[in-house]
C-alpha cells in the first residue's frame, strides 16, 4: 500500500524546520555548498512564501508544483530563482505579487539596555495602530511591537520561518545624522538572550544599507518574499 502523502500542515511544519536550520547555520556562518544546488520546500505559513538564495544556493518555498518549478529555471544559472521572469512566473502562479529583491542581513544580540539618550518608548497596540510603517510590519510578521525615539520608529516581529526581524524608520528631518544607524544597533540590545536578528533591505535604499551595516549587520544572501496584497 502507497504511504498517504503529508498533510499540509505537516508540510508546512517540516518546510519551517528546514529553515529555520537553514537560517541558523547561516546566521552563525555555516553555509551550504556553493553548487548551485536549490531545494523546493513547501511553505512554511499561509502567508509566507518566496526565495532565498546564498551563494551558490537556493531554496524556494512555494506551495506549488515542484516540477513546474524546475521547468522554469534555466540550467546552470545560479541567478535563475530571483530573475524577474521567474519570480513573476512564480507569483503569477501563486495568485500574489513579487516585492523587491532584497539584501538579507543579520546580527547577534548585544547585552545590555540601549542607549538611553536614544529616549527608546515601546508603543502600545492602540498607540501604533495609526503609525504606517507599523500598519505595513503588520502585514508581514507576527508578534510585532515598536519603540519609538525622538525622530523615528523601531520595530521587531516574527517572520520567515519565526526568525526575529527588525525594521526601522526615520522621519525625513531626522535623516542623515546616524539615527538609523543607532536604531538598527539599539536593536540588538532590545533582545540580550534572544536568537540572531534579521534585516531585509532593499539594495537601492543606500543610507539604510549603510545604516545596517554600521551597526553590525553582515550580508547573508538575498531574498524575494511575494506577497498576498494584489494592489
Known amino acids: 500500500m502507497d504511504n498517504p502523502a503529508p498533510s499540509p500542515e505537516r508540510q508546512r511544519n517540516a518546510a519551517r524546520e528546514v529553515l529555520t536550520e537553514l537560517l541558523a547555520r547561516a546566521a552563525a556562518g555555516e553555509f551550504p555548498p556553493t553548487d548551485g544546488r536549490v531545494d523546493l520546500l513547501s511553505q512554511p505559513s499561509g502567508r509566507d512564501a518566496?526565495?532565498?538564495?546564498?551563494t551558490g544556493y537556493a531554496v524556494i518555498f512555494a506551495d506549488t508544483d515542484a516540477a513546474w518549478v524546475r521547468a522554469q529555471l534555466p540550467a546552470d544559472?545560479?541567478?535563475?530563482?530571483l530573475t524577474g521572469s521567474f519570480l513573476h512566473a512564480l507569483s503569477q502562479r501563486l495568485g500574489r505579487r513579487t516585492r523587491s529583491v532584497d539584501m538579507l542581513t543579520c546580527a547577534d544580540p548585544l547585552t545590555g539596555p540601549p542607549p538611553r539618550d536614544l529616549g527608546l518608548t515601546e508603543l502600545t497596540s492602540k498607540a501604533g495602530a495609526s503609525h504606517p510603517r507599523i500598519l505595513r510590519a503588520l502585514q508581514y510578521r507576527d508578534e510585532v511591537r515598536a519603540w519609538q525615539s525622538p525622530g523615528g520608529v523601531l520595530m521587531l516581529g516574527r517572520g520567515v520561518a519565526g526568525r526575529l526581524e527588525v525594521a526601522i524608520e526615520?522621519?525625513?528631518?531626522?535623516?542623515?545624522h546616524g539615527l538609523g544607524t543607532r536604531l538598527a544597533s539599539a536593536a540588538r540590545h532590545l533582545v540580550p538572550d534572544g536568537p540572531p536578528l534579521w534585516a531585509q533591505i532593499a539594495p537601492a535604499n543606500a543610507a539604510s544599507v549603510r545604516a545596517f551595516l554600521a551597526a553590525g549587520f553582515r550580508p547573508i544572501g538575498a531574498e524575494a518574499l511575494l506577497s498576498q496584497d494584489p494592489t
Open 77 to 81: 544559472d545560479l541567478s535563475g530563482p
Open 50 to 54: 518566496g526565495v532565498i538564495s546564498l
Open 170 to 176: 526615520v522621519d525625513p528631518a531626522s535623516r542623515g
